[in-house]
């Protein structure tokens, strides 16, 4: 497996002007998966430790994560607008 950073792109026709785009969500879809490791990781690393110091109890714990479950789908849903950046040179 390389390490370098290549796309793989099927597109569903001999169309390749679309190509930029799906390139363009390629690499937005990235971001935002790094985005929400995270925002998950994140909030699961401050829940364990102030449930485990009692901070906060295991329920008030339990309603963050799932608070947490939704801004990452919210955040992932961002990718329905997706559009390409003209760039004018």
């Known amino acids: 497996m390389s390490l370098s950073k290549t796309a793989d792109v099927a597109l569903m026709g001999d169309d390749l002007s679309k190509l ?3 390139v363009g969500l390629g690499r937005a879809t990235r971001a ?6 995270f925002i998950s990781l994140g909030v699961i690393a401050l829940l364990v ?6 901070i906060v109890s295991i329920g008030i714990a339990i309603i963050f994560h799932e608070g ?10 961002r990718l329905l ?9």
Request: aromatic share 6%; hydrophobic share 50%; no cysteine.
């Open 81 to 89: 607008g997706y559009k390409e950046k003209h760039i004018t040179a």
């Open 20 to 22: 930029p785009f799906a």
């Open 68 to 77: 947490s479950t939704l801004v990452v789908v919210a955040n992932a849903l």
């Open 49 to 54: 430790i102030t449930s485990l110091t009692g």
């Open 32 to 37: 935002i998966i790094i985005q929400n490791l």
